[in-house]
């Protein structure tokens, strides 16, 4: 008995091993809490960010009541940050959502349906995937304008062929299964095959891909930003912090680097937990 029982203790053991987090993820989920409490809290922690003073003008890390120093319209460079966490993040999420909604629908249809039906979806994703991202995010805002949520829409759309392509993939490796031919054997409808019994089956690989999808669009929606596309100016915003810094590198270099290292951080540690997780339900699958 007690040989039968070790062998399962010791892979119990390994399992452990692989599913605790490391050090940098556990880094990674703090600096993601960091940044949930940045936006549901920023209007009580930090209300005054984007008021100016003009009269100060821009004082270096270190003044008196500003720690990071302020900016060239006297904004507090470090009540400026936390306010730009939630135009900077919550922009990303709904792009990331949005595309992978879209990647859902036509994905699970293209992979399942096949035929003319996969050829259409395919071709399209095939356009959408030769248009550049910031040159066609350039051209779209100086048509329908630079707002904020256009610019979020846009991305949407360019950012769901990836989608479309990764959920098409993994409907086409659960379609053959005995699962699936037992639910057409039952005369099931094609729509509830998809979405209710291949699409769950799909969803570790969805949800991984979405969390990777947000570092890069945190990146992407940042740089054009930068740009002055998404956000007007002087709003609290981090791509739009590292513009309107640029005048004061010299004389305060916080107004760009601690914009710039929250976007690097924060899309780093959304990567880090990304993989982690995509490890995680690799791991029981193969157990």
């Known amino acids: 008995m007690t040989t039968l029982v070790q062998p399962s203790r010791r892979r119990g053991t390994r399992r452990r091993r692989r599913d605790s987090p490391g050090v940098l993820v556990i880094l990674s989920f703090i600096v993601l809490a960091l940044v949930a409490v940045a936006i549901a809290f920023s209007g009580v922690l930090v209300p005054n960010a984007t008021t100016q003073d003009i009269l100060s003008g821009s004082l270096p890390a270190g003044s008196a009541g500003h720690l990071l120093g302020t900016d060239e319209l006297g904004r507090d460079i470090l009540q400026l940050t936390i306010a730009g966490t939630a135009s900077a993040v919550v922009g990303p999420v709904v792009i990331a959502v949005g595309s992978m909604l879209i990647g859902v629908l036509f994905g699970a249809l293209a992979g399942f349906l096949r035929g003319s039906t996969d050829w259409v979806v395919g071709r399209a994703t095939d356009v959408l995937l030769a248009l550049p991202v910031m040159l066609v995010a350039l051209v779209v805002a100086g048509i329908l304008g630079s707002g904020y949520w256009v610019t979020v829409g846009m991305l949407v759309v360019l950012f769901s062929p990836s989608d479309v392509r990764i959920v098409r ?63 007007q100016a002087g709003t609290a915003d981090w791509g739009r912090q590292i513009a309107d810094g640029r005048s004061i590198m010299f004389a305060n270099p916080a107004a760009i680097i601690v914009p710039a290292v929250c976007i690097i951080a924060v899309a780093c540690a959304i990567n880090i937990v990304g993989d982690w997780l995509g490890d995680r339900f690799q791991n029981r699958g193969v157990e």
């Open 169 to 231: 993939s993994g409907v086409m490796e659960q379609a053959p299964r005995p699962y699936v031919e037992a639910a057409q054997m039952l005369s099931l409808s094609r729509p509830r095959i998809m979405f209710r019994h291949i699409v769950p089956n799909v969803l570790p690989l969805i949800l991984t891909n979405m969390l990777l999808n947000i570092a890069f669009a945190l990146v992407t929606l940042s740089s054009l930003s930068y740009l002055g596309v998404g956000v």
